[in-house]
């Protein structure tokens, strides 16, 4: 047997849902819309399978919440209906409440939140309230599960009696007359049941039920006579007629069952007057999320150390166990600390370096080289590697080998100058600082048979020896991979592919657990309500709703739970409108991009201004956006009307609260989990495969790495490379038609931070960090045409990699949210099409004021320029099309 389960927003349906269910159930969407349907079975009794309806205030047809509702509640399988209200709040719930009466379903009234009833003193008269509506009343308390499984067996009970639903006459007598002519006229056309429901309906003109009926026009005018009878006896439409009919009887229904407790302020009063403060809800707010957003995602909490040890050692190479728990959230162990001191002592010295070079002397001295080299990096020399190497040096020590000068790089791979300091290597203004190739040389030192015998037989430092060291999870797979006999591919397919990318996101996963703790108890808590209500003062003059905001606040960590946080925004549009846009926000990974350019722009130092602008233009692309966006037909309209109850302040249920955050954590690892899989694979592919067109390569197609001959910079000739050359000229007006910095982009894709690293590995520099000198003087050089720099192609460049599609893991969220593949790519399209205009924008203007170039192009950015600004100040078009679009699209 089907309950549905009824009733305003935040009257407690999904609290007595979970009670009830035990579970958070089955959680899906109702055809065609992405408003969420959840259905389980009553824990107590499995016979009995409840649906939880989206929180409504009315069964009008204006948005698709209403319109699941009220289908369901007239032609769905439910056998009766549990009407949840809030007790502490009965004007507005009962409004729902006369309209639910008139469905034809038996229906039960749960009078939730007794408990804050009791506590304010509100005496009730159950009996006459049951008698004035017709209907069963059992009082309840969800969040304390008191009375629950009562109210359950009741709806049940009335199930079973099959008793038509009577509604109340909740109309004036002239009303009920027009309505009753009305039943009269559709009596043979209407289903029995609904005939009352209907006959409303038709008088308030709703264009659903009138569209269900195929009146001639000769009926059509006589219900319009009707109608317009009781309008002008009225002086007011049918549908506003109905409304304060209803409100009006509700107040009497209540004027004589509840007697309320003389009035006192409580505690939520005297709260509420300061947390929603016209001058003080702000900042309280600001406060409020600045710790949240500090606690959870700043260096002093255990999200971040989780995730940054998930990252690093996890998902790296792996950690000592020794070095104990402090370790996790400094980082700074002792026996880590001794490794890196070691390795770095040991690529000081540069052994391999030294080796190398000597060997070359060695050459053009005349002795025999042959498998020397070999021997003297050979892991474990043979016998005769040993004495060919003991005669080498014995040889090379006697023809006095000695090479005088080599480049000695440190740690960073930085070249060091004569006092051992690094030579910063950048290309500034077109003016070149001295710049070293490899094999170059500054630092000269001396290096002979001794010093070759020492470098040949130092070793690398390995972890066993500095404690009891744990394999990460890469290192473990890829040795199990390979003691299997697993082909190279394979092993690079699953580390480089799969491990990497969907590790990197998993590893956020600790750090979203915490943000999510918080944020649900400030839900729970009845917090949130609160600042919607305060945010919605300032957004509403863009034409945003407040629940916008904190999706927003929230994307500037990451945009996955920024996007998740959509969830509470009940109206379609705002709700698709904000997914769209949070992306905009520089999420956390987007910080090394920043960093990179801030390095490119002015060598690292004095660019304290860039990290601050980036955040701007990612705000500014949100509000024109949606200034824009509210201007077209598919979104306009004023945002939905504030009305919201603001529950009273209480401490959540740990149940509840834990219930909350999993709820979040589960659905960001399913499905950004299954579309990152994927994504990753695909990049992976695309980067190791390719055509081997290198010098002495057959040209066949295959995995690079493995292909005769393959280059360092096999890259080069993969399919991304290709991809790239294919559709960089499609960033030529951005001034940056490189298949580099599109092959950059689309691996930012997997993640925003990717960017950064394969721009390393496309110089063949390697890993490297976003702070690396040669790295910027690198993409420096990548935007220098005829010895210029062309900064404006460099911020465009960035500008357009901060608000171009988001990291896969959103895209997935987002997907996720809306739930229709065709807003998705919409949401895509649009925002990769805003990141390219502003790119032009910039591009354009900086090249026409700096360098008087101006082109083609230079116009189309006027252009698109002067459209956007025509799309700012134009007049909002009227709000009723919403209504339209809304309906057309069901
Ligand atoms: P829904 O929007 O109808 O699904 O409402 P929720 O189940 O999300 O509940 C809204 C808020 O009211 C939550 O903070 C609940 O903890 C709280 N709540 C629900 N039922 C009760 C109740 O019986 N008593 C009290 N004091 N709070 C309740
Ligand atoms: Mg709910």
Redesign the pocket.
């Known amino acids: 047997m089907h309950i549905a389960l009824a ?1 305003n ?8 849902f979970n009670e009830l269910t035990g579970s958070n159930g089955y959680v899906g969407n109702w055809p065609g819309v992405t408003v969420e349907k959840k259905e389980a079975a009553c824990s107590k009794d499995k016979s009995v399978i409840l649906t939880d309806l989206p ?1 409504i205030y009315s069964l009008s047809p204006y948005s698709p919440e209403e319109v699941v509702s009220r289908d369901y509640l007239l032609d769905g399988d439910a056998s009766s209906v549990i009407n949840l209200v809030d007790a502490t709040n009965l004007e507005r719930n009962l409004y729902l409440t006369t309209q639910i009466l008139e469905c034809g379903l038996p229906v039960v009234l749960g009078m ?5 009833l009791e506590k304010r003193g509100d005496k009730v008269d159950g009996d006459l309230l049951s008698k004035k509506l017709g209907v069963p009343v059992v009082f ?5 599960a008191k009375n629950v499984n009562e109210l359950v067996e009741t709806a049940k009970k009335a199930a079973e009696s099959n008793t038509e639903q009577k509604a109340p006459r909740v109309f004036s007598e002239k009303v009920e007359d027009a309505l009753v002519q009305i039943e009269g006229i559709i009596e043979g056309v209407s289903n029995k049941q609904h005939l009352r429901w209907n006959a409303i309906k038709i008088f308030e003109r709703d264009e659903m039920v009138l569209s269900r009926f195929d009146f001639d026009k000769e009926t059509k005018e006589c219900i319009e006579a009707i109608i317009a009878a009781c309008e002008t006896e009225f002086d007011d439409d049918s549908a506003s007629i109905i409304t304060s009919e209803r409100y009006e009887w509700i107040a009497g229904v209540i004027a004589e069952c509840v007697v309320p407790a003389p009035k006192k302020l409580s505690w939520t009063e005297k709260v509420d007057r300061v947390v929603t403060n016209r001058i003080l809800g702000l900042p309280i707010f600001i406060l409020v999320m600045t710790l949240v957003y500090y606690v959870s995602t700043s260096s002093v909490a255990a999200g971040t150390a989780a995730t940054d040890f998930v990252n690093d050692n996890i998902f790296g190479d792996g950690w000592y166990s020794d070095d104990g728990i402090s370790y996790v959230f400094t980082h700074e162990g002792e026996h880590m600390g001794a490794y890196e001191d070691a390795v770095a002592d040991f690529e000081q010295q540069n052994y391999e370096g030294q080796i190398e070079s000597f060997i070359a002397a060695a050459e053009e001295k005349g002795l025999d080289t042959e498998g020397v080299e070999e021997a003297a990096t050979a892991e474990e020399p043979t016998a005769e590697q040993e004495e060919l190497l003991a005669s080498f040096v014995e040889a090379a020590a006697g023809k006095d080998v000695v090479v005088k000068d080599f480049a000695l790089k440190d740690a960073d791979d930085n070249f060091l100058d004569a006092d051992g300091e690094p030579v910063v290597t950048i290309v500034k203004d077109g003016e070149e600082v001295p710049q070293l190739e490899d094999g170059q040389k500054l630092m000269t030192i001396d290096i002979d048979a001794e010093e070759f015998v020492k470098a040949y037989e130092a070793e690398e430092p390995s972890h066993e020896e500095f404690g009891n060291w744990i394999n990460g999870l890469p290192v473990v797979i890829q040795n199990g991979l390979e003691n299997m006999g697993a082909s190279e591919a394979v092993v690079s397919l699953v580390i480089d592919g799969v491990v990497a990318g969907v590790g990197a996101v998993l590893g956020f996963l600790p750090q979203m657990f915490f943000l999510f703790c918080f944020l649900s108890f400030l839900e ?1 808590c ?1 917090y949130m309500s609160r600042v919607a209500f305060v945010m919605d003062r300032v957004f509403r003059k863009f034409g945003l709703s407040g629940k916008s905001f904190i999706p927003m606040l929230v994307s500037a960590g990451c945009a996955v739970p920024g996007i998740m946080a959509t969830k509470t925004i009940e109206n379609e549009n705002d709700r698709r409108m904000t997914i769209m846009t949070v992306p905009f926000i520089p999420c956390g990974a987007k910080l090394p991009i920043i960093a990179l350019l801030m390095g490119a722009l002015v060598g690292g130092e004095g660019g304290w201004w860039v990290a601050p602008m980036f955040y701007f233009l990612g705000v500014f692309a949100v509000i024109i956006s949606g200034i824009m966006l509210k201007k077209t037909k598919r979104f306009a309209g004023d945002p939905t009307p504030f009305i919201m109850e603001l ?2 302040y ?1 401490i ?1 249920r740990f149940k ?1 609260w834990l219930l909350h955050v999993w709820e979040r954590l589960r659905s960001f690892i399913a499905k950004a989990g299954t579309i990152i899989f994927a994504a990753s694979v695909l990049i992976w592919f695309l980067s190791s495969f390719g055509f081997a067109g290198w010098e002495g390569g057959t040209g066949a197609f295959g995995y690079l790495p493995s292909l005769p001959e393959a280059p360092e910079d096999f890259i080069e000739f993969s399919l991304l490379a290709g991809f790239g050359n294919a559709v960089k000229f499609l960033f030529a007006p951005l001034g940056f038609a490189k298949w580099k910095a599109v092959a950059a982009t689309v691996s930012g894709l997997i993640a925003k931070e990717n960017l950064v690293s394969t721009y390393a590995v496309l110089f063949g520099l390697g890993e490297l960090g976003e702070s690396a000198t040669v790295l910027w003087s690198q993409i420096n050089l990548e935007f220098t045409v005829n010895g210029v720099v062309h900064t404006g192609s460099l911020i465009a460049f960035m500008a357009f990699n901060m608000l171009c599609a988001p990291c896969f893991a959103a895209m997935g969220a987002m997907r996720n949210q809306l739930n229709n593949n065709r807003w998705w790519g919409f949401a895509i399209a649009y925002e990769t099409g805003f990141a390219w205009v502003i790119a032009l924008l910039i591009n354009q203007f900086y090249e026409l004021i700096v360098f008087g170039n101006f082109g083609f192009w230079t116009i189309v950015a006027f252009v698109a320029l002067g459209y956007m600004l025509y799309m700012l100040f134009k007049p909002a078009p009227q709000a009723e099309e919403k209504v339209e679009v809304v309906v057309e699209e069901l």
């Open positions: 009733g927003p935040n009257c407690g349906k999904t609290t007595l929180g939730n939140m007794n408990d804050l309840t308390s969800a969040l304390r729970d009845g529950p009273e209480h959540p509840s």
